[in-house]
């Protein structure tokens, strides 16, 4: 990514990032925190597509672990943190005309803040932005001989989320997220990742029936 994406990115996300807290001076419920896990899927690709040719596999579901502070906000901002791993990219192919196996494991630690609009007192939809520091790693068989790789950076990302309160503390939510530009084109292989899945989370104190 060069630095004026990069800068854009940034301004872009701060501005967002603004709008959210302006948003947040709605009628006041009570403050609460939660926690939980998550059951993700990746669909990212590292390799170069003119390079490489062959399949990039993405066989095992990736996990979440989170908490998440709620201020107390009707229309809810929700502040979230958390760690991710997006579960083992596997590779089999031609890279340069020569053989190229491997596993491109992928790990987030992220902080977000994300605007909830409640639809309904049990369900409610929205988005998040926030920065992560994503850790990608490479283990391979090049043409006979064993060669591994890594690289780690911060950058922006953003996502969608819907939420839906089972009861009183239990809720589950569906989201989406985007991670642009992930790895180094001379290493690991760069791309976006692309994440989908399933949370549940649990209130601790506070309820879900004014979602």
Aim: charged share 25%; aromatic share 12%.
């Amino acid at each position: 990514m060069n630095a004026t994406h990069t800068r854009h990115i940034l301004k872009s996300t701060l501005v967002a990032v603004a709008t959210l807290v302006l948003l947040s001076g709605c009628a006041s419920t009570a403050a609460t925190w939660s926690g939980g896990v998550g059951l993700i899927r990746n669909c990212s690709n590292f390799k170069d597509p003119i390079r490489f040719l062959g399949e990039e596999k993405h066989d095992d579901m990736g996990y979440r672990v989170f908490g998440k502070y709620d201020p107390g906000k009707r229309e809810r901002v929700v502040f979230e943190g958390g760690y991710t791993s997006l579960g083992d990219t596997n590779f089999d192919g031609t890279f340069d005309d020569v053989e190229d196996q491997g596993t491109i494991e992928t790990e987030i630690i992220e902080a977000n803040v994300g605007y909830r609009y409640p639809f309904t007192d049990k369900f409610s939809a929205g988005g998040r932005v926030g920065a992560a520091y994503v850790d990608v790693s490479e283990r391979e068989d090049f043409g006979g001989t064993p060669y591994s790789s890594s690289a780690s950076e911060t950058i922006p990302y953003g996502g969608l989320v819907a939420r839906y309160a089972i009861n009183k503390n239990w809720a589950v939510s569906a989201f989406f997220d985007h991670y642009p530009d992930i790895g180094k084109t001379d290493q690991t292989g760069e791309g976006d990742a692309e994440v989908f899945g399933i949370n549940f989370d649990f209130r601790f104190g506070g309820s879900n029936e004014d979602e």
